[in-house]
């Protein structure tokens, strides 16, 4: 079975500030590690994907993601944030073998960007 | 192209009915996943069909069922509503299982 940790509930930052959203994963296989957003009343939205091949991914709007095997980690990453960044953040991976196309999420992280 | 479509967005019923939620996948998507989100559990895996065929479960009750259609359309039905089926559920289309999953807007239910 696989999970995920989003080890920051909520992250506060300044506009123009970098910000960095943290996830940690357990799984006893090789997974595919996904970032999604979530504005307030929407569905989720992909930003980023690792499926295989070089472990920095970049995304939509900015960001990017580095796939950690050793430490277990995809964190997300963007070296300026804008207002509009301020949506919550899901972390999920799927698996292969019988899991395969199950998502597992993380709890979310909550990103409030201030003027 | 059309993205993932979920009807109706808003739904309210009350303790002991059933209700019925329905997806529309992306053109030339086959597989279709869904999930439950609520502020307690988070986002958790209800089931996910390919085929028509369920190919896998998540752990829910079994008064939440699903069935997917020959043109790759899927409902999914709670029956005897409980006040804790209160939740967004998203529904998210892909290729074929494993494919990278995209979502719809979701269907709020409030059970009452």
């Known amino acids: 079975a696989q999970s995920v940790t989003q080890l920051d509930s909520q992250v506060p930052v300044f506009e123009e500030a970098p910000v960095e959203l943290r996830c940690n994963y357990s799984?006893?296989?090789?997974?595919?590690l996904f970032w999604y957003v979530q504005y307030p009343n929407q569905g989720l939205q992909l930003l980023l994907k690792?499926?295989?091949?070089?472990?920095l991914v970049k995304g939509i709007n900015g960001f990017e993601a580095e796939f950690n095997k050793s430490q277990t980690s995809f964190h997300l990453r963007k070296p300026s944030v804008h207002i509009s960044d301020t949506a919550e953040y899901f972390c999920?991976?799927?698996?292969?073998?019988?899991?395969?196309?199950?998502?597992?999420f993380g709890q979310g992280t909550i990103l409030t960007v201030h003027p | 192209k059309a993205g993932v479509t979920q009807t109706p967005r808003y739904l309210i019923k009350t303790r002991g009915q059933q209700v019925t939620l329905s997806c529309s996948p992306i053109s030339g998507h086959r597989s279709v996943s869904w999930y439950q989100q609520t502020p307690g559990q988070g986002l958790q895996f209800l089931f996910e069909?390919?085929?028509?065929?369920?190919?896998n479960k998540g752990n829910f009750p079994g008064r939440f069922s699903g069935r997917q259609f020959s043109n790759s359309r899927s409902e999914m039905n709670v029956s005897t509503l409980e006040l804790g089926d209160s939740a967004l559920y998203l529904c998210?289309?892909?290729?074929?299982?494993?494919?990278?999953?995209?979502f719809g807007p979701g269907t709020r239910l409030t059970v009452l």
């Open positions: 799984s006893s296989v090789s997974v595919y």
């Open positions: 690792y499926l295989s091949g070089s472990t």
């Open positions: 069909y390919f085929s028509e065929t369920q190919r």
């Open positions: 998210a289309s892909s290729l074929a299982p494993g494919d990278t999953q995209y």
């Open positions: 999920a991976v799927s698996a292969g073998g019988t899991s395969y196309g199950k998502l597992t």
